[in-house]
């Protein structure tokens, strides 16, 4: 018997992570994510998934994020009937971000099919229900079989809530091996969330690369920025807008001002989360106390809610969210992070030609997206196809990313050389291969950095 390994997707790119492991005959595939970037790319490759006909046993997910389980309910949809096996927080937050994906595509095709396009999404709410029903849960440290002779075990990742470091022990009847994968690593001292665990020794590690090729801007501290740019507010009696994605940033930066008011650092004021996904999402990470690092239990001990505070509120419908028109000072967070969607963009629409408002950044501005411009200073930019001169202040607060670097990722590892073999994945190319070099630096001596649909025995 065989072991072997074959990258489906996120091989020398980002987004799109599947890969499939096949072990005495039977096919698990390790996570099964969306591509996205370019709509008529990513449009074909999540029709049809790149398995061919590989009939897939059972999946096993590191974490919730799009890219790592947005096409489940396409694989349901195409004949999976198997399991999906993920710890408790993951299944929770993938439930609400499929069903935001479904809603997306519905959404997508409608206008592409206006316009004379036919579209068909690759799934639905249906299929959404029906992946759901086909997860089961475990939580850290608790070993479970998947299909026989492959054994399980996640790990906190540190990444995002109920995010995993896989461990898989395989054994074909003839050879033990033990194969780590990280799906995303996360970094030490990230708010709300407890650093990742210690990876254990093994045979084979597959990494991801996000930021092989990069380090992180030393780290701000976003507590005192945050009260820098709000009291400036109050004195030039503007407002703040905060774009954050729902998972993560938004929970982060409502903490923080949580204790900035707490510590009277900052005045008492009102505090808008205009994203019902985000309202979703914070109600869920509140639900999982258990998965939080010291300094969250310990406010948790001492009584104070971290998301729902006595000038928080969650705007609920469009109605409300128009009504901020009229709010002159306080705080806005709205998704989408990057401005390139969303209620942010009608907000941004209101505060960019006054000098006394601010938009805060606080998360990664991708190449050519509206919070990018803003950031990189445009005189002009264009919101919903008018063209605005941009007066407001733009401030950024950067450093917060939730994918370690090269440096955080060699400290991880380093004590896995030279017996691991690893395999370089969920990076850009350069990324990817430079990050080899740097493992190979470090005194590992198998070091691959497949290509799309590459097979390895290992
Ligand atoms: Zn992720």
Redesign the pocket.
Known sequence: MTITLQFIGAARFVTGSKHLLTVNGKNVLLDCGMVQGPRKIANKANQDLGLRDTRVDAVVLS?A?I??SGSLPRLVKLGFSGEIHCTPATKDLMEILLTDSAHIQAQDAKHLRRRGHAFDPPYDLDDVEKTVKRTRTHGYHEPFDVVPGVKVQFLDSG??LG?AFVVIDVDDGQRQQRIVFTG?HGRRGIPILRDPERLPECDVLITEATYGDRLHAKRVDLESSLEQVVNEEERDGGRILIPAFSVGRTQNVLMYLGKLLREKRIRPQPIYIDSPMSKKVTQLTARYPELFDADMQELLRSGHDPFFFEGVRYVADVEESKSLNDLRQGIILAASGMCEAGRILHHLKQSVTRPEDCVLAVGYMAQGTLGRKLIDGYEHVNILGERYAVRCKVRSISGLSAHADYGELLSSFRHLAPRARVFVVHGEEDATLKFADKLLDAGFTKVDVPVKREKFEV
Do not use: C, E, L, T
Request: aromatic content about 0%; charged content about 25%; overall charge negative.
């Open positions: 974490h994020h890219d790592h990444h995002i995010s995303d």
